[in-house]
């Protein structure tokens, strides 16, 4: 008797629990063509909304206009609103979730992501860091092409002001720590004229820790692990 009983519940938890974490998932992102979700834990714990292990496999993702090519990622000791859940309100964190995995970005995804504002603004604002006496906007600058070799990054671009300018970015990448990414031997060509700075560092913030960045022609890999706020 008992045995049906788990195993009735068992299914309870696989049409509603898992469900709702796809749901949520997929709410987070405009595009996915491949959406995997395993959840691993007892009935007593995911019942009161503690869910020990969970993994997501993803492919061809679009969050926020970045184009993510391919995800893999593993979260633990997540807890959760399943009580709300279960009256058939949308799942919610209810707190810090440690998240470690790999994300696998192509160029062509890279490309496609310079459209997005996040992406765009983020690219521009370093710019200004290095021409900070220039009439440079965040509405000014158009990028346009990355590519990516097997030691460096080049990204072109335009300056629109009374004429368009051509814009070219071409540095190493390198990884200090978890926290930190150093452009080395970057050089910047704006209009006539050749920027070279030997090195500069990016604080990516205390919510990520990057293991390990790699980079080969057309692809870039990262893994590590970044911390999901409620």
């Known amino acids: 008797m008992s045995s049906d009983k788990h195993s009735k519940q068992s299914r309870i938890i696989t049409k509603v629990f898992s469900p709702a974490v796809r749901l949520w998932l997929r709410s987070q992102v405009q595009q996915v063509s491949h959406l995997d979700v395993q959840i691993s834990g007892s009935d007593r714990q995911i019942l009161t909304g503690y869910i020990p292990h969970v993994s997501i496999s993803a492919q061809n993702a679009i969050y926020q206009g970045l184009y993510l090519t391919q995800l893999e990622l593993k979260g633990k000791s997540i807890r959760t609103n399943l009580g709300g859940v279960l009256r058939g309100q949308p799942l919610r964190l209810l707190e810090p979730v440690p998240i470690f995995g790999e994300v696998r970005l192509d160029e062509a995804d890279l490309n496609a992501s310079l459209k997005s504002p996040l992406l765009a603004e983020a690219l521009t604002h370093l710019l200004k860091s290095f021409l900070p006496d ?97």
Request: charged letters at 25%; aromatic letters at 4%; proline letters at 2%.
């Open 134 to 230: 220039s009439s440079i906007t965040q509405q000014s600058v158009t990028w346009e092409q990355v590519i990516l070799s097997s030691d460096r990054v080049t990204i072109h671009g335009t300056i629109t002001s009374d004429r368009k300018t051509p814009l070219m970015l071409d540095t190493r990448l390198e990884l200090i720590d978890g926290q930190k990414l150093e452009l080395k031997e970057l050089q910047i060509h704006f209009d006539t004229e050749l920027f070279n700075i030997d090195h500069f560092q990016i604080d990516l913030g205390s919510e990520v820790a990057i293991e390990k960045l790699t980079l080969t022609s057309g692809q870039l890999l990262c893994c590590g692990r970044i911390n999901v706020l409620p």
